[in-house]
């Protein structure tokens, strides 16, 4: 077990790195950098070579990403273009991605588990085609789209939900919930079309194992068959599923908080996009690669604790 848990922090350390020379990369050969944003139009040839030169952009590009690195992993992550801390300005903003990531996955669990749960209890050879049809629904639905409906219906026609904005926790929990509900049952809606699924198809290979017939023959009821017999076997696959859904979350949370106006941090780097901050949105990757990574780590050694399948597997290897 300890060779595995260093195996998957050096896979963990491997991820970072490869994300971080993309990133750079990325950003170094893009179009333009932030004197176009900062300077004026009619800024002089010399002028704009004076800021490159004191930013650091002008410098060998091997010399500038081992700047990158290092300023990263010692937390020394200079400042914006506008002069603000960049990570003051990420804690400050990181707790609006958590809380909707969070919430969408608690959504998207609660939603699939209930369809997942009373569709295989009513054990009908149609019963597949039921969560076919609402995963593909809204899977193929745009993430903005649903968002515009949502905001028609709770928002302009029921007025249950306010449209816009954030509301911190600390300043009344029932506000801060509505103000995070809509934006993550958006995103919810798109991690149950993938959650639905492959729980489904779980769930299901466990209830067709001999042991959950020997279960059903001594006289145990359905409900808790489905719940108890079948739910721990599937426990890998689960872990599994949250951890793609928190990865899609702070990938979907760029559209999400600029359609809601949320001060998170996929709306941090739009606005550093446009600003052509290359630190800025750098750093904010870098971040959100970091916390995916660990996530995935987490769930890959919760997965080996639930299944002992895996561990034996990987000790006989």
Not at 164 to 186: A, C, E, N, V
Not at 206 to 215: I, K, R, V
């Amino acid at each position: 077990m300890a060779g595995r848990i260093t195996r998957r922090i050096l896979s963990f350390l491997m991820t970072l790195f490869i994300v971080s020379l993309f990133v750079f990369a990325s950003v170094s050969l893009s179009l333009g950098d932030s004197s176009s944003f900062v300077l004026s139009d009619e800024a002089s040839t010399l002028v704009i070579e004076r800021y490159r030169e004191a930013k650091g952009l002008n410098d060998n590009i091997f010399l500038r990403y081992l700047r990158f690195i290092i300023s990263f992993f010692k937390l020394d992550w200079g400042k914006t273009i506008g002069g603000e801390e960049i990570g003051k300005v990420i804690v400050n903003r990181l707790p609006v991605t958590l809380s909707l990531s969070f919430y969408s996955i608690l959504f998207s669990t609660i939603f699939s588990s209930l369809i997942v749960f009373f569709t295989l209890r009513r054990r009908r050879q149609n019963e597949g085609k039921v969560i076919s049809v609402l995963s593909s629904v809204f899977l193929i639905l745009p993430t903005f789209l649903t968002s515009l409906i949502l905001v028609l219906i709770f928002s302009l026609w029921l007025k249950l939900f306010p449209i816009s904005g954030y509301i911190r926790i600390k300043d009344g929990f029932i506000s801060h919930f509505r103000s995070l509900f809509l934006p993550s049952l958006t995103l919810s809606l798109l991690h149950s079309s993938i959650m639905m699924r492959i729980m489904y198809v779980a769930l299901k290979e466990s209830l067709n194992m001999p042991y959950t017939n020997t279960a059903l023959s001594k006289g145990m009821k359905e409900n808790r068959l489905v719940i108890s017999s079948s739910l721990k076997p599937s426990l890998p696959v689960f872990f599994t599923l949250v951890s793609d859904s928190i990865a899609s979350a702070f990938g979907g949370s760029c559209v999400i908080e600029n359609v809601f106006a949320l001060p998170g941090i996929g709306s941090l780097m739009v606005k550093g996009a446009l600003e052509r901050d290359a630190s800025l949105v750098s750093i904010c990757v870098m971040v959100v690669a970091f916390l995916v990574s660990f996530v995935f780590l987490v769930s890959d050694l919760l997965s080996d604790l639930a299944d002992p399948r895996r561990r034996r597997a990987y000790e006989k290897n």
